[in-house]
């Protein structure tokens, strides 16, 4: 029972993505060819909020409602972070979708989005059997 916020919360989250057109597969292409705006606004948005969040768990040292200390650590640069990222990229750019909203699409009935979860799946089981051998 104490899960069902945590449930009901990502279900209004997958509502929020199908409302704002956020997972539709020709959005995302419109965004790599760069003939509209509206995906770029809502990630920019993503972004500035994300760094406002963090910017006042820092400054206001926010705990968490168990009251235990958030702690933010500092990442080091590294080429894999271009090179996953790129990846990630390509593979947003080919299926049309980016992990979060691979649920959602199930979720709407585009069943297609099936094998997009089978290969993310997939990838990260194979990253976690490379993941020793690849640049962090």
Known sequence: MNKLKFILLGFIFGVILIKAEVISWFRIQEMFRFQAFQMYGIIGSAVMVGMLSVWLIKRNKIKTISGEEIKIADKEFSYGNIIGGSMFGIGWALTGACPGP???????????????????????????????????
């Open 102 to 136: 691979i649920y959602a699409l199930l979720g709407s009935g585009i069943a297609v989005f099936a094998v997009v979860l089978v290969s993310a799946v997939l990838g990260t089981f194979v990253y976690g059997l490379l993941k020793d051998k690849l640049p962090h």
